[in-house]
């Protein structure tokens, strides 16, 4: 690659984001930078100014204008922050969420209208292509950042459908039946679970998502299921579906099951590696069509009364 190469890319792109009218249309009556301000402000509940600032790499004074427009037209509020009085919190009044909204909506219209044009079947090859330039480029390509362990935040449910069917489509070819199959283990778990039974855990990376587990109650007494491992490909070598393992293993033996099972497929030996570290062993196995290929279905378990301490 040389930059000439990135220099093309940046031409041909710079056309296609000028085509989605942002100049005129889409963040009217705000500027860009307000729309972004007003985004950031959207995603996170409470935002300190110093924060918000860092965050979108504005000038102070420039921020600060900017505040002062959005408060006096009731789309903010504004006080000391709770963690240090000498920084002024910010956030979004009830006109700045319909504002937002606003704004969003527009902007997904707008994307929406752009992938229409392109063919169904090369979305996956497009999304994966996105995904790879972000972590070349962006913050992703600090690898070895600290990982930490979280509950769901609102969007990580889909997040786990669409990269479950991306991953497993893009590296062992399966179709669109196991993303149905994944949508209805996270639709069952978001409609109806127990917490005090039942989680959900989400492996962050530098500030975004590039793992998860879930722990849900299985139809055998005193048993539970681990499902959905996976780990984004970036991510792995560095332990993180090992820890998402043991969460699911802690979380299951300290609530009162006896038993965690689980069930997989040959072709996956990476995470069957996983699982035999751990304790879990092979209970039965059965060959299966399925996800448009022909698999060897595997069942797995681990006695957690005879693996506690």
């Given at each position: ?159 786990i459908v669409q ?130 290929k022909d698999l ?14």
């Amino acid at each position: 690659m040389t930059v000439q190469d990135v220099r093309a890319f940046n031409r041909f792109y710079t056309g296609v984001i000028g085509a989605l009218d942002y100049g005129r249309h889409l963040y009217a009556p705000y500027t860009l930078t307000e729309s972004r301000v007003l985004y950031e402000l959207a995603q996170v509940p409470h935002l300190d100014a110093a924060d918000l600032r860092a965050l979108l790499g504005l000038d102070a004074g420039y921020l600060s204008r900017i505040l002062n427009k959005f408060e006096d037209a009731g789309l903010i509020e504004r006080g000391p922050s709770e963690n240090d009085p000498r920084r002024r919190r910010v956030r979004l009044a009830a006109r700045g969420h319909e504002a937002a909204g606003l704004l969003d909506e527009r902007a997904r219209d707008t994307v929406g209208a752009l992938l229409d044009t392109v063919a169904t079947a090369d979305r996956p090859r497009l999304a994966e292509a996105m995904r790879t330039i972000q972590d070349l480029l962006g913050e992703g390509r600090a690898r070895s950042g600290e990982v930490v362990l979280r509950e769901p935040l609102p969007g990580d449910l889909g997040w786990i459908v669409q990269r479950n069917a991306a991953l497993y489509a893009a590296e062992y070819g399966w179709n669109a039946d196991y993303e149905g199959l994944v949508a209805r283990i996270v639709a069952d778990f978001a409609e109806d679970h127990d917490p005090h039974l039942e989680r959900v855990w989400i492996a962050e990376q530098g500030g975004r998502p590039v793992g998860c587990v879930m722990c849900v109650r299985d139809d055998t007494p005193a048993t539970a299921r681990l499902r959905l491992l996976l780990v984004e490909p970036e991510a792995r070598g560095h332990g993180i579906g090992d820890r998402l393992v043991r969460a699911v293993i802690d979380f299951a033996r300290e609530v009162g099951y006896r038993d965690l099972v689980l069930w997989t497929n040959d072709v996956l030996s990476g995470a069957r590696r996983i699982y035999q570290r751990h304790g879990f062993v092979l209970a039965a196995e059965k060959p299966h069509r399925s996800f448009g290929k022909d698999l060897v279905g595997q069942d797995w378990r681990l006695e957690l009364r005879a693996t506690g301490g």
